[in-house]
């Protein structure tokens, strides 16, 4: 009798742990779920330019990453502010791509729209892109303390941030192409 209620006992434990191991994996729905919850994030400074092949490949990025500090999928699920962590993991891995290459800066400022808005001449080869957001990540980093400083200044939409940072953008033009701009520091406050 003890044997059989041993025997008993040990299985329930077993489907017991089975079930919670289960419990904690993610699994490919779960993912989809969470990229498609990181989509929402599209619109943001930096993604709205990305590829949709970039799109992907940057939500992968936060998926790893949260999956990775929350292994078990309902603790992620259950957290209080579910949304607020996705949004610090995505703008957390922003910060990381624009820490790991200048060269990501094309994101934010693309180079088609700084051809029409007057601060890049137009037929610019890789390489002379390349240098003007090399240029403008030293100028970055030397403004702002750090890419978290210089994210949240980009966000803020504040006239003072905006002309600061158009003011790099115009400097880097004019020392790397002789480009001649007129730097217009009036801010317009409403």
Not at 115 to 144: E, M, W
Request: aromatic share 10%; net charge negative.
């Amino acid at each position: 009798m003890k044997k059989s209620i041993l025997t008993l006992m040990a299985i329930v434990a077993i489907m017991l742990v089975g079930g919670c191991a289960k419990e904690r994996k993610w699994g490919d729905a779960e993912r989809d779920k969470l990229r498609n919850e990181v989509r929402a994030y599209r619109d943001m400074v930096y993604l709205d330019n990305l590829a949709e092949a970039e799109f992907d490949l940057f939500a992968g990025d936060v998926v790893e990453a949260i999956e990775i500090d929350y292994p078990v999928y309902t603790t992620f699920v259950e957290l209080p502010g579910r949304g607020d962590t996705v949004e610090v993991y995505v703008v957390s891995t922003i910060i990381e791509e624009l820490n790991a290459d200048p060269h990501n800066l094309r994101n934010i400022f693309p180079y088609p729209q700084l051809v029409a808005d007057g601060i890049l001449p137009a037929g610019l080869n890789h390489q002379a892109q390349r240098a003007f957001y090399d240029c403008l990540s030293h100028k970055i980093k030397r403004t702002y303390r750090s890419t978290s400083a210089f994210f949240d200044a980009l966000t803020s939409g504040a006239p003072a941030d905006s002309a600061k940072i158009a003011n790099m953008e115009m400097q880097c033009a004019s020392d790397l192409f002789d480009w001649g701009i007129e730097i217009d520091d009036t801010i317009i406050v409403e």
